[in-house]
Every structure is written in C-alpha cells, then in structure tokens.
C-alpha cells in the first residue's frame, strides 16, 4: 500500500496508517450524509415531531450550530490527545444520538439529538487533516487529503435519491436506525485503526524539504492571516447551493419544485466530480498555483451572474456549479496551513481555521437575507435583487484571492 505521510515506516505500520486513512475517509461520508439528510426528509420531521416552524429552524441549525463551535476544542483535544480518542468519544456520542432520532416522538429531545449528531461529526474532517498532515505536507499527503475529501463527498448523494428511496420504502425511522448502525461500525473502525499518539509531530519534511520550524519563523510575518480571508470566502457560493439558489432559479426563471430538484442535483455532482479532479490536478500544479485560479473562476462566476442573472438557466446553473466548486480547494487551503502553523499547535490552527469555512456560509447567508429583504421593501425586481447578491458574492471571494496570493507555497518535494 501507498505511504500516505511521504516517510518511510515498516510495512505495518504503513498498512495500520492506511487503515486509519480509510476509516475516517468512511467517517467522512457518513458526517456528509448528516449534513445533507433533513432537507430530503423535513416534510416526515415535521409530521412525526409536530415542529413548529421555529422548532424545524431549532431543529436543522442545531448542527451546525453546535458543529462549528467544537472545531477550536476538537483542535486543542487534537494536540493534546491525539486523533483517535477525541474522535472516537465524540463519533460515540454522534452514534447515540443518531439512535435517538430514530426512536424519540418527543420533538425536544428530537433538536438535542440533532445537536449531538453535529458534536459526532464535528471531529471528523479535522481529524482526517490531522491524521494526514502531522507527517508533513508534500505532494502526496496533499494527494491523500483531497482524495478522502472527494470520496467523502458522496455522502451527501446518498442523502438525495437513495435517501428518498429508502425513506418512502421503508420509512425514515428505519433508514436512520440503520445509519446509527453505520456510524457505531466507522467509531469501531476509528478504534481499531487509526493509530495511538506515540510520536511528536515531524518538525522535518521528507525528502530534504526545508524544516517546519524554518518555515514557521520565515512565515511568521504572514502568518494565518494570509489563509483565514479564503477560509471566510470559499464556501460562500456554495449558500447557491445549500439555500439561495432555489430560490433564484424560482424567482427569476420560474422553476418548479421538481426542476429545482434537478438543477440541485446537477450541482451536487459537479461539485463531487470537480473534488475528484483536484487529485490529478496536484499532481501538475502546485496547491496554491490551483486555489488562486480556482478562486479566479468563482470570482468570473460570481460576476457573470451578476451582469446577466436572467440571461439563461442553464448558463446560470453551470456558473452555479463554478462556485460551489471553489468549496473544493478547502483540503488545498488547509494543507497549506501545515507550513505556517506550528507542529504542536496543528489541530487548534487547523479547528480555527475550519471554523472560519462554517461562519463565512452563516454571515453570507445572512448577509443575503438582509438585502433581500431591503430590496424587496424598495421594490426591485428579482432579477436586479440576485444581481446584488452575486455582487456581494464576488466581493469575499475576490478579498479572499488577494489575502491568499501573499500565502507561502506548499512543500513540494
């Protein structure tokens, strides 16, 4: 098997890091399908729980909410712990809490399980970073990360048609039993083969790269300030497609529920497809070579949009699927983070830094909703009211590319 760490290691020891690598890559397809899930099962939620309306925005935020403020702890348990035993307490608690959903009627009890689904999953991205990048950052631990992020994203396509499927088969409540079950088999896998902490982070790259700790101090006037901007901006085009591009589609071209659907579905496998490239790709550009012109492609989209929001929904769609794609270079962005950040502080600069992804969807969507409502109190038409929303669009993502161009090269080899 593939050295992932770029290290020599005995064949054991390659074969247990491997394991490891494939558990929490199958972790992270399942943390991608709870993200995804209850926008396909909300009507059967809200049916069987009596939600109120506040109550399903209780219920479908409480995820999120309480995923994004665990990154920073998870960070620190990350470098004080080590991987496995945050992961696997935390994915413990995601597996009960899972059981929970699939069994409760009391609605309350129902948003508190919710929440501990979002702490279950909350360690496992990072915890893929950190499993990888505490051996260094060269070429094919940057490979290993974006290739476990691809196959991750998945999950969230098992969360479309086979969820429906299953769901209007079998009911939810058996389809989410099972993916407790699921779940409690990834915590095992994290258990038994994602390795004990018995070594210090390596302070030298492989292969006669210059060490860390010199590219920490010829780094430390940019510092994180240099990849924090791209970690506010990346994910904000993909609001288009987790909330605001229903609506557009709706308002300006007037799709139906079902066309809505399917233009979803297309971007869901755009974004998975253009993950799947970035492997190859890194292997002909350097990751920052790529983030920038990434960057560059969903500042035109963002622009595009804006000049001819009404111009074509199929122009519209595939400009759409441009900047949900910008999500993609996250692995990239956050391998670049290995040569700035200090070993023994990884998983906290890493748990800052994934955060930072988290509150730039939540104040783009806000931000969003706030000019949506002023231009409708003034009037604008729908197609002038999302020509200002891919503006603001443009803005991060541009902000975000000019912080980034100041940010050190990865470690080649």
């Known amino acids: 098997m593939t050295d992932i760490s770029g290290t020599p290691h005995a064949s054991a020891s390659v074969r247990s890091t491997d394991y490891g690598l494939w558990a929490l890559t199958f972790s992270y ?8 899930y209850v926008a396909v099962i909300s009507t059967q939620l809200i049916g069987d729980f009596h939600f109120t309306p506040q109550m399903f925005g209780w219920f479908s935020g409480a995820f999120f909410l309480v995923f994004a403020a665990a990154q920073i702890p998870v960070g620190f348990m990350f470098d004080r712990y080590g991987v496995r035993y945050p992961t696997a307490v935390l994915m413990s608690v995601g597996t009960l809490s899972v059981g929970l959903v699939s069994v409760t009627t009391d609605p309350h009890l129902a948003i508190i399980a919710q929440a501990g689904i979002g702490l279950g999953c909350a360690p496992v991205f990072m915890g893929l970073l950190n499993h990888v990048l505490r051996h260094g950052a060269g070429p094919r631990h940057v490979r290993a990360i974006t290739t476990a992020s691809a196959i991750g994203m ?44 018995d070594e210090k982070p390596s302070l030298e790259a492989p292969h006669s790269q210059p060490s860390l700790r010199t590219a920490v101090v010829s780094n430390r006037a940019n510092g994180l300030w240099t990849l924090m901007p ?42 998975i497809g253009a993950s799947f490239c970035i492997p ?14 990434w960057q560059a492609l969903g500042v035109f989209a963002a622009l595009l949009l804006a000049m001819m929001p009404q111009r074509s929904p199929a122009i519209s769609i595939a400009a759409i699927c441009l900047l949900l794609s910008v999500g993609c270079i ?82 080649r080899r």
């Not at 397809?29 to 995804?36: A, D, I, M, Y």
Request: glycine share 10%.
């Open 29 to 36: 397809v399942l943390s991608q399908f709870f993200r995804s």
């Open 154 to 197: 998945s999950g969230g396509l098992l969360a479309a048609f086979p969820l429906s499927w299953a769901t209007a088969r079998f009911g939810w409540r058996p389809v989410m039993a099972l993916s407790a079950v699921f779940m409690l088999l990834a915590t095992i896998g994290i258990v038994c083969s994602v390795r004990r902490r």
């Open 230 to 271: 791209v970690c506010l901006a990346m994910s904000v085009g993909g609001t288009f497609r987790t909330s605001w591009g229903g609506p557009y589609l709706a308002d300006v071209f007037g799709f139906d529920v079902i066309a809505r659907g399917n233009a979803m579905t297309v971007t869901s496998i755009a974004g």
């Open 280 to 293: 190859f790709l890194v292997r002909r550009w350097a990751p920052k070579t790529l983030s920038l012109c």
């Open 330 to 411: 996250h692995p990239l962005v956050m391998s670049q983070a290995r040569a700035i950040i200090a070993p023994a502080k990884l998983g906290l600069g890493l748990g800052l830094l994934n955060s930072l992804v988290f509150l730039g969807v939540a104040l783009a969507s806000s931000i969003f909703g706030w000019i949506a409502e002023g231009a409708r109190y003034a009037g604008v038409s729908n197609a002038d009211l999302y020509s200002r929303l891919f503006v603001v669009t443009a803005v991060p993502l541009a902000a975000g590319a000019l912080a980034y161009w100041f940010s050190p090269e990865s470690a």
